[in-house]
């Protein structure tokens, strides 16, 4: 037990040590340092450490206290699909741009059931899940890939957010007209998952794109959380990934089991009425952290309407992450639509993704989620409160805070040492400084785009304060940061002292 724990300190240092030496090089090489790839490390049996729910229970941290900054990639296809030099290559990019958390499915969302890997495995034994097809020695059946990517991922300093199963071999009809999952054999594959990887470093995320829509699916999940619990021992998170506009808290928030909760507020581009719902969740009680598990992703067609809507971009993604997380988020997912599915063009296409994935893994919005995450863990994350209230309404509330794509929002620290607020446009618009203590303030603007931060003013207390944007009338968002002067915070974007 000792040593167990001296291993994890010891890989958390590294992890952090490794962590921010990613996010320096980012600093320092900004958008080209993206583009350069990672070589992975030899293959070690290295410990990531244990993740838990914080004391105030609206964050994640490290097991021994330090916050942990959920930023995902869906590479929900990874384990049916890549070969071993294509996922070193992945996960090379993604660890390089600051990721934390590759989502993944073991049981493919593409007929991951009957269609087999890119070795010629199956995950099933004639599709029983009480029976993971294995065999002996290594290299040699489907979970030995599955344990090949997340342990090259875990060397990277990337937890692995595992996904059991998609939703549809627990809800649809895929077998002799009914799921493959029962509430015996997810009981049954849950354990066996859960012993296979207790040690490694994982977050379960039950569901798979499905909602609950009955008693008996409701039954499934819980057998297979349970089961999870029983094989892990407790050492791994859970959470569930619902379907588009939906989130965990609707059908699990008071089950003990569930850790955190996991939105997907879907590939729309609007505020109102889908990224608003963050906000719900983090207002639940019993209070839980909550994580948007798949926004927009970048390029992607907008609410799956590309003949009208088009398709989404880098400004899309961002203005998802900065909703999400001055909302109360803990984290963000990012995706991207030829990612997930790891298409090329030996591949059918689903939904017109508009490039190989090799090529999607360096798109704008993918490079930039590192400046967001930069941004929180600048300042003390752990106090961190979401408040509109920050904002001064306009006369006409449209303008400001906004609605739709021009919505503004604001989050601060709840001892008034700092605030931010993320303007997606460029309107003059005017903030509440008795939300924030202080005699004097520092105030700044931070690019999204970039990750550069510039002092914009300093000035002393007052009531409110007007400001405006770099690029007014422009549809640049910016994020004012507004310091208390005697904290002597660093720039926005760069390391606490």
């Excluded at 752990?382 to 400001?400: C, Q």
């Excluded at 007007?466 to 005697?486: C, S």
Aim: net charge negative; glycine share 8%; with cysteine.
């Amino acid at each position: 037990m000792v040593a167990g724990r001296a291993q994890r300190v010891v890989g958390q240092l590294l992890l952090v040590v490794w962590g921010w030496s990613v996010c320096w090089a980012m600093a320092a090489g900004r958008s080209s340092a993206a583009d350069e790839v990672v070589i992975l490390p030899p293959p070690t049996s290295r410990l990531l450490p244990r993740l838990k729910v914080s004391a105030n229970h609206h964050f994640l941290v490290y097991e021994n206290g330090p916050p942990f900054f959920y930023l995902g990639d869906t590479a929900w296809e990874i384990f049916h699909r890549l070969k071993r030099e294509e996922v070193d290559h992945y996960l090379s990019v993604r660890a390089k741009q600051g990721f934390t958390v590759i989502q993944a499915v073991a049981i493919g969302e593409f007929d991951g059931h009957t269609a087999p890997n890119a070795y010629g495995f199956l995950p099933l034994t004639d599709l029983d899940p009480a029976r993971p097809a294995t065999k002996e020695g290594p290299n040699n059946d489907y979970w030995d890939h599955v344990d090949y990517v997340v342990e090259r991922a875990n060397n990277a300093g990337l937890y692995v957010g595992l996904l059991p199963t998609w939703g549809r071999y627990w809800h649809d009809k895929v077998h002799n007209d009914k799921p493959l999952f029962n509430r015996e054999n997810a009981a049954q594959y849950g354990r066996w998952l859960g012993q296979r990887y207790k040690d490694r470093g994982v977050i379960w995320i039950l569901g798979g794109d499905r909602n609950i829509d009955n008693d008996e699916q409701k039954e499934i999940i819980h057998a297979m959380a349970l089961g999870l619990r029983q094989g892990d021992g407790g050492n791994h998170l859970i959470t569930f990934h619902p379907s588009g506009g939906q989130g965990s808290a609707k059908w699990f928030q008071k089950d003990d089991w569930m850790d955190f909760n996991l939105r997907q507020n879907g590939h729309t581009i609007e505020y109102t009425g889908r990224y608003d719902q963050t906000r719900a969740d983090y207002d639940r009680t019993p209070p839980k952290p909550v994580i948007d598990g798949e926004p927009i992703y970048e390029d992607h067609p907008v609410a799956f309407n590309a003949k009208n809507l088009g398709h989404s971009i880098a400004a899309d993604v961002r203005r998802a992450a900065y909703w999400d997380l001055f909302s109360g988020a803990c984290g963000h997912t990012y995706g991207n639509h030829a990612v997930w599915q790891m298409w090329q063009a030996d591949r059918p296409p689903i939904n017109n993704p508009l490039m190989p994935w090799t090529a999607a893994l360096n798109q704008p919005g993918a490079k930039q989620m590192i400046f967001a995450r930069q941004l929180l863990e600048s300042r003390p994350i752990l106090s961190r409160i979401p408040d509109d209230g920050l904002i001064v309404d306009a006369e006409v509330k449209t303008e400001i805070p906004g609605a739709g794509t021009r919505r503004f929002v604001a989050t601060r620290d709840s001892h008034g040492t700092y605030g931010m607020v993320y303007v997606p446009v460029g309107r003059t618009f005017q903030v509440h400084l008795d939300k924030l203590k202080g005699a004097r303030f520092v105030a700044w603007w931070y690019n999204p785009r970039d990750g550069h931060a510039t002092i914009c003013d300093e000035f002393a207390a007052d009531k409110a304060k007007e400001f405006t944007p770099p690029t007014p009338g422009e549809a640049l968002d910016w994020v004012l940061v507004i310091d208390d002067a005697a904290q002597k915070y660093p720039p926005p974007g760069t390391l606490l002292p």
